[in-house]
């Protein structure tokens, strides 16, 4: 062999000790020992690793990984397929299960990026989206009555951002009863919190961007499903051929992440309650959203569907609008200015000078969005900071 030859070709000892922590299979394509295996894998027969936007062992790993954590205890099955962001496990579950001529109908309160996909890439592919409210289930089974092209039910819960949560088990025996599917998105309460296929959904998806990695640092999203032919037919297969695949070190990242999220996710919760407590009894707040206090409208249910805890979010409506918003921001020096959620440091985001400055205040205001209102992701740290930062924020309001 020829020295350049040499440095180039691959030496791979698969005869070392086994890994204590999952590797990075950094690697495009696996190696057939012969052309027989190649046959047998393209077959079915065993199987191998062949190309990683089909599979790859690191991703892999991670999938099951959280597919087992959403069905942990109830004696159900699932499997999970990863994906390149919290979107493409939305885009990707849309293109594998309707087609042109069937509708979504969900509610008015998603996660922005889900709404804006829903109406202007799906839409225009002939899947129409009916927004509505999910809590009025008697509009929602007259709809479906009416309406047989309606194929899946979208929801979120608790969802942003009022924290106004949907009862699951009862949205997804309406959508049976209908033919339906019922898809939830389960990025805020995580699978500790709540696991929705105890209350019959067909699908989870999740932006593991967010509490499943905790710290910030990685783009993924996940499919979880119970339909084992339907996962490998239509969802797995959808992912592969449209490249929405999750890249071994982004899986990676959310697979050490993943190891505290129970941790993680108590003190979310009890940071987050102390912190709704603290802002309730403060004279420059108006309100205060979070299921986890008696007074908030959904707290039975939230108690009857979660499990012990309410999760990280909260948002609160400031008195003096805009401005106060505006000036409360600028005045923060311990908590962070940013428009993600779920990492292991508070941050805070006043919509009305953020994510939806474009979004005309009426329209914004239907959905709950006041000009004061401020949505906060509760961070893991010791809460006392947290409370003193938000207090000296406040201060020149009262
Ligand atoms: C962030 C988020 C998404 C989108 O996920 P990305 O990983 O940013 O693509 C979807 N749903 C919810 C609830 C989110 O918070």
Redesign the pocket.
């Known amino acids: 062999m020829h020295p350049d030859s040499f440095v180039v070709k691959e030496k791979t000892d698969n005869r070392t000790t086994a890994p204590h922590v999952l590797p990075i299979y950094a690697t495009s394509s696996f190696v057939f020992e012969n052309s027989d295996q190649s046959v047998d894998i393209f077959r079915n027969i065993e199987t191998g690793h062949v190309y990683s936007r089909y599979a790859n062992p690191t991703v892999d790993t991670v999938a099951q990984k959280i597919a087992d954590l959403e069905t942990l205890d109830l004696h159900q099955h699932a499997e999970a397929v990863l994906t ?7 885009s990707t579950l849309i293109l594998a299960t309707l087609k042109a001529g069937d509708k979504v109908l969900t509610q008015a309160n ?2 922005g ?2 709404t804006e996909l829903l109406r202007d890439i799906m839409q225009p592919l002939g899947i129409e989206t009916i927004f509505t409210d999910l809590k009025d289930l008697t509009r929602v089974e007259d709809m479906l009555v009416r309406d047989p092209s309606i194929r899946l039910v979208y929801c ?1 819960t608790p ?2 951002p009022t924290l106004a949560c949907v009862d699951i088990a009862a949205i997804a025996g309406l959508a049976h009863r209908y033919e339906a599917w019922c898809v939830i ?1 389960n ?2 309460p995580t699978p500790l919190l709540q696991r929705p296929f105890a209350h019959g959904v067909d699908f989870i ?6 509490y499943l990695n905790g710290h910030g640092n990685s ?3 996940v499919i979880v499903g119970r339909d084992r032919e339907l996962m490998r037919k239509q969802v797995w297969r959808t992912m592969k051929l449209t490249g929405t695949n999750c890249s071994p070190f982004e899986a990676w990242l959310t697979h050490n992440g993943l190891k505290t999220l129970a941790l993680r996710m108590e003190r979310h919760c009890t940071n987050a309650l102390t912190l709704a407590e603290f802002l309730q009894n403060h004279p420059a707040v108006e309100k205060v959203h979070y299921p986890g206090l008696p007074n908030h409208p959904d707290h039975a249910l939230a108690r009857r569907q979660m499990l012990g805890g309410f999760g990280g979010m909260l948002s609160f409506e400031l008195k003096g609008g805009m401005e106060s918003g505006m000036r409360f921001m600028n005045r923060l020096r311990f908590c962070t200015l940013a428009p ?3 990492d292991v440091d508070t941050l805070l985001l006043h919509p009305a000078s953020s994510s939806h400055l474009n979004v005309p205040r009426e329209v914004r205001e239907q959905n709950g969005i006041t000009d004061g209102m401020i949505r906060i992701s509760v961070g893991i740290e010791n809460v006392a900071d947290i409370i003193a930062d938000l207090e000296q924020a406040m201060e020149e309001q009262i």
């Open positions: 390149s962001s919290g979107m493409s496990a939305i998603l996660y990026g889900t979120e969802a942003n998105d990025t805020f998806i999740h932006s593991t961007t967010k783009i993924a999203g993600t959620l779920g």
